[in-house]
């Protein structure tokens, strides 16, 4: 079975900083790399995934993550946080048909 | 384009007792997935049904069980209900069963056994 670590259960930071979500994962076969987001008391929504190609990944509202391989890893970045950005990060790992969930990384951005 | 809606959104059951949950998938999408997830933590994988068949099941009791209906929407029942099984349970839906496709969330059903 796959495994996905993130080990920073909440971060905060202030408004217009940068921040780094880590997620690693372990695993010995090709897999797909996903990243969701959860705001309050609403289900997850897709923020971006990796498929193949280019590792550098980005969403539209300013997030990109990196795939690398060698540190199996895929760690989700933002340049400048907003208030907005407030939520529940989860990483995972998709193989076969199923998702493989980490335990999530709770952002809190300070104004 | 119909996003996935889950029914009911909160529901409290006592220990013992049985429960259904329903899904409609998302327009297009023939493969509904379900998870479970427990307070502070990541979404488990309980299965996942294409073209009304299992195909897939996480580390999940037989008590959990399902089925997909020819529209694609589905049920998750749970049987012989433990307090453990309070959590918010997710739906998601996909385009198909392949590897690598995104799968789209509803927004929950919360469960709360007593």
């Known amino acids: 079975a796959q495994s996905v670590t993130q080990l920073d259960s909440q971060v905060p930071v202030f408004e217009e900083a940068p921040v780094e979500l880590r997620c690693n994962y372990s695993?010995?076969?090709?897999?797909?790399l996903f990243w969701y987001v959860q705001y309050p008391n609403q289900g997850l929504q897709l923020l971006l995934k990796?498929?193949?190609?280019?590792?550098l990944v980005e969403s539209i509202n300013g997030f990109e993550a990196e795939f690398n391989k060698s540190q199996t890893s895929f760690h989700l970045r933002k340049p400048s946080v907003h208030i907005s950005d407030t939520a529940e990060y989860f990483c995972a790992v998709n193989t076969g048909n199923q998702f493989y969930f980490g335990t999530g990384t709770s952002l809190t951005v300070i104004p | 384009e119909t996003g996935v809606t889950q029914s009911p959104t909160h529901l409290i059951k006592t220990r013992g007792q049985q429960v259904t949950l329903r899904c409609s998938s998302q327009s297009g999408h023939n493969t509904v997935s379900w998870y479970q997830q427990a307070l502070g933590q990541g979404p488990q994988f309980i299965f996942q049904?294409?073209?009304?068949?299992?195909?897939g099941r996480g580390n999940f009791p037989p008590r959990f069980s399902g089925l997909q209906f020819p529209n694609y929407s589905s049920e998750l029942n749970v049987n012989a209900l433990e307090l453990d099984d309070s959590a918010l349970y997710l739906c998601a839906s996909s385009r198909d069963s392949s590897s690598g496709n995104t799968i789209y969330f509803g927004e929950g059903s919360w469960l709360t056994v007593v």
């Open positions: 049904y294409y073209r009304e068949e299992e195909n």
């Open positions: 695993s010995s076969v090709s897999v797909y």
């Open positions: 990796y498929l193949s190609g280019s590792t």
